[in-house]
């Protein structure tokens, strides 16, 4: 069969279903098929396949993967949310194979060592994980030899293209605001500092997502006859016999890619699985497969209307994300250091691939950072947020309190901006506190989801002081750079009118600069902004976690799903913890460690 839309004739049972063909999914599969040639294989994935598609695998384009219309990605609508000024976030997944890998930002960002030992389970602290983390990588970037790997099949690289000018500019402005420049960011140890920013990019431009990297090779090579690919259909339960254990899975043609003739119901097929399920359909995905497998809340499976196989009350609980904010600012820069004349078509693009142009390989960020504030500025937001930085930060150096990136670019509409050279900072939030679910409403595949996003619905609203501290802080950084030219008002809070804080529009830059100072109303403002547009920085993990039964958690330490055999679980919504980190490096490492596991329990040596 090798990659079709449809099974082939007679492959209605393999060795292996791995259920959802995103970054881990891949992994694993590859992983196996070296591992094993004779085990037969079958990654089940609703998008499309991803080879060769240009808006994938050149860098420059990876913002068509985000258009409303895209049928790359995967759009979960959020419940309407009153602290959220009554909107419906939207939260976006990889709808295509290699997962999010394969339409992400392409940010080589690596977790904490406090974040893996953080998940008090054994076999997963920071030390059992470095191995995985170097055997992923063939690494290009700064830093320590011995603490990177050099080969493995995801280049990490800076794709060939910096915009040099615009990044020293920002680094020396950092710098001249306290943050210093660290060389590596990604040794699990460094904290607190900007850096040069490294991709998932290889040396000669083009995306490192896992399709590419472990699939798609083994696909065409002509020695792999027993690993199969299914695109463009849909998992929607897994299947159990009598004893609880998992034979196979339910799945149906997805209809944004295939069309369903005729009045009956929209065809449910099934496939057997002789040794092991592994369900990677991601954060969001995962419970509701589960859920409409019988895994879950009784209750929730009551409303659903699904009988319970397993009462499993983690299932789909927990929901987290890093909460973002983007804020642009008007520049003098040269137009080769932004990507806006690609966004706005000033560029043709079919020129620049005619021309293999060095700017396709180019994310536009070249730096980002992992941040802490100083004990000063914790004190000002307030005695709570004392009590919960005294408690959960003061004393482990190693965690960020947030994560701050540089967009050469203007990050949205180029037709609503005029014709110029932008940047766009983002800030985001390494560990909120803010809680969400994710959860069915009925058993079958498009009924609507019960969706909440959870952002900032903490107590005393510590994750939101955390976006009013980086907004002052990426403000007076960018402030101090030489090619500012003011804020673009239309992305930054409303401040009252005469406000000292108020947005400018300049021809020269700033010199001798002072700090901003905010009133309260100043702050109000900035907090009202930060209900308005608060979103997604697409790292959604932990609603599934891996914990002792007894403290919700739905799989152990081998990604077994307690209470039933033959199902495993392999993506981020596994995760106990959140990291400091962008979640892709997280995603990848669990996909390499399940491959492991997996490997192991089948008696194979491990590739």
Not at 51 to 80: C, E, M, R, S, W
Not at 377 to 395: C, H, I, M, S, Y
Not at 555 to 572: I, R, T
């Amino acid at each position: 069969m090798g990659l079709d839309s449809k099974l082939a004739e007679g492959l209605d049972e393999v060795d292996i279903i791995i259920a959802g063909g995103g970054t881990a999914g891949c992994i694993i599969a590859g992983r196996l098929a070296e591992a094993e040639p004779n085990l037969s294989i079958l990654v089940i994935e609703g998008g499309a396949n991803n080879k060769d598609v240009p808006h994938i695998v050149n860098p420059v384009f990876y913002l068509q993967n985000l258009l409303p219309n895209t049928k790359t990605a995967l759009f979960y609508k959020g419940n309407k949310a009153p602290q959220l000024a009554d909107r419906e976030p939207i939260v976006p997944q990889g709808g295509t194979l290699g997962g999010g890998s394969s339409i992400n930002f392409m940010m080589y960002t690596r977790a904490q060592r406090s974040d893996f030992d953080s998940w008090k389970t054994e076999g997963w602290s920071a030390d059992d994980m470095y191995p995985h983390l170097k055997k992923l990588e063939n690494y290009h970037g700064p830093g320590k030899k011995e603490h990177h790997g050099y080969d493995g099949p995801i280049h990490v690289s800076d794709g060939g293209f910096r915009a040099k000018i615009a990044e020293d500019d920002f680094l020396q402005a950092a710098a001249s605001h306290g943050v210093p420049e660290i060389e590596d960011l990604q040794n699990l140890e460094e904290n607190n500092g900007f850096q040069r920013w490294q991709r998932y990019v290889s040396p000669e431009g083009k995306r490192q997502d896992t399709a590419h990297q472990y699939l798609h090779p083994k696909l065409e090579d002509g020695k792999h006859p027993n690993l199969h690919v299914l695109v463009e259909s849909k998992v929607v339960r897994v299947l159990f016999d009598n004893s609880k254990r998992a034979v196979g899975v339910e799945y149906t043609p997805n209809p944004e890619f295939q069309c369903v003739i005729g009045l009956t119901a929209h065809p449910v097929k099934s496939v057997k699985a002789r040794k092991l399920v592994v369900v990677t359909c991601g954060a969001c995905g995962t419970p509701p497969v589960l859920e409409r497998s019988g895994l879950g809340d009784s209750k929730i499976l009551a409303r659903a209307g699904v009988p319970v196989v397993e009462e499993l009350r983690g299932v789909g609980k927990d929901y987290q994300d890093h909460h973002l904010l983007l804020y642009p600012y008007k520049t003098n820069l040269d137009p080769d250091q932004t990507i806006d004349r690609i966004l706005s078509g000033r560029v043709d693009a079919a020129e620049l691939i005619k021309n293999n142009d060095k700017v396709l390989g180019w994310n536009a960020i070249d730096i980002s950072s992992k941040l802490r504030p100083t004990e000063e500025e914790v004190t000002a937001l307030g005695p709570e947020f004392r009590a919960a930085w005294d408690k959960d930060f003061k004393d482990l150096p190693n965690r960020p309190l947030m994560l701050c990136g540089v967009i050469q670019a203007f990050l949205g509409d180029p037709a609503s901006v005029p014709a110029g050279q932008y940047i766009t900072t983002g800030t985001y939030t390494a560990y909120p506190y803010s809680r969400g679910h994710m959860h069915i409403t009925g058993p079958k595949h498009d009924d609507a989801l019960d969706f909440d996003v959870g952002f900032f619905n903490d107590a005393h609203d510590i994750d939101l002081k955390k976006q009013i501290w980086a907004y002052k802080k990426q403000r007076e950084i960018v402030r101090r750079a030489k090619y500012y030219r003011g804020e673009l008002a239309a992305g930054h809070p409303q401040f009252p009118k005469g406000s000292a804080a108020a947005v400018q529009d300049i021809s020269e830059a700033l010199s001798d600069v002072k700090d901003l100072e905010y009133t309260k109303e100043d702050d109000a403002a900035i907090e009202q902004w930060l209900r308005e547009n608060v979103n997604t920085t697409w790292h959604c993990m932990a609603t599934c976690k891996m914990a002792p039964r007894e403290e919700d958690g739905v799989v152990d330490a081998n990604l077994n799903v307690y209470g039933v055999s033959g199902l495993k679980l392999a993506d981020l919504s596994i995760a106990p913890a959140n990291v400091g980190a962008n979640t892709n490096n997280t995603a990848l490492v669990i996909g390499e460690k399940a491959a492991d596991i997996i490997l192991a329990e089948l008696g194979a040596t491990t590739p």
